[in-house]
């Protein structure tokens, strides 16, 4: 299929959170179908595994301080592939339109006449606190529920996330890739008003045979994460619902 009229298509997938029975229907059926599927490093091996053994695969994951593809790349190699095959999956960790650069691939794809489907995926930001007993809404604890990335680009459309805004008009908090800048964020959410006791976990790995957790609150959080090495890749839940897996413990 390389005449030069042949154009195929990207579907942009999200693979969840990293459990494979939490991938979708659709999403399993067109990694048993693609030709070709470019990865991120999120995407946990059980789905890899479900990729076709006849699909070229392509990892194009980021990780903090190392980025297998510059993301201009990635996108110059979905528009090279839609051109030589039918279908083409652009895998990514959660869904693809939640911190997951979706929105600014289908626009370049669009712009270079690739036809471009969304399969959404479930985000780590429910799915992970779900797995730890954390319900993000509850009426007992809280009506509002904000999700925001802990790590911002380069050259973004605004310089800052305004964490007073956010501590001030949200009950429960959910950050995204934030671990590593807690110690920026927690010292604006207690200016804004949020109490030094108020609760929090980490939890890594969400959704994982090999998910961990770290609970605290934002007086002592970055303590324990200096002394027990907790690292990212991590989700924060910042809220009362996070005391709500004590509520659990009798029914465990």
Do not use: C
């Not at 470019?38 to 890899?48: K, Q, R, T």
């Not at 990780?63 to 528009?79: A, E, M, N, V, Y």
């Not at 959080?221 to 897996?245: C, H, L, M, W, Y």
């Amino acid at each position: 299929m390389n005449q030069n009229s042949f154009v195929g298509t990207v579907y942009l997938v999200g693979a969840g959170p990293g459990d494979p029975g939490l991938l979708t229907v659709k999403g399993k059926s067109l990694l048993e179908l693609a030709d070709v599927v470019i990865y991120d490093a999120l995407v946990s091996p059980e789905i890899l595994d479900i990729i076709s053994p006849y699909a070229e695969k392509i990892n194009a994951g980021k990780r903090r301080g190392r980025h297998s593809l510059p993301q201009h790349q990635t996108t110059d190699i979905l528009i090279k592939k839609a051109r030589e095959h039918a279908i083409v999956v652009r895998l990514k960790g959660g869904d693809p339109f939640v911190f997951g650069r979706g929105g600014e691939e289908m626009e370049d794809l669009v712009k270079a006449g690739i036809p471009v489907e969304v399969v959404p995926g479930i985000t780590s930001g429910i799915a992970a606190p779900a797995y730890a007993g954390i319900p993000i809404t509850h009426r007992g604890y809280s009506s509002s529920v904000t999700f925001v990335t802990g790590h911002e680009s380069v050259g973004k459309y605004r310089p800052n996330i305004d964490w007073s805004a956010i501590a001030r008009g949200s009950e429960t908090i959910v950050i995204y890739m934030g671990i590593h800048n807690l110690h920026q964020i927690i010292p604006q959410l207690i200016e804004a008003g949020l109490t030094p006791q108020t609760e929090i976990a980490l939890i890594r790995w969400g959704t994982r045979p090999d998910q961990e957790e770290l609970y605290g609150n934002l007086e002592n959080i970055i303590d324990q994460v200096e002394s027990s090495g907790f690292e990212a890749p991590a989700i924060a839940v910042i809220g009362k619902v996070v005391g709500f897996r004590q509520e659990l413990t009798p029914l465990a």
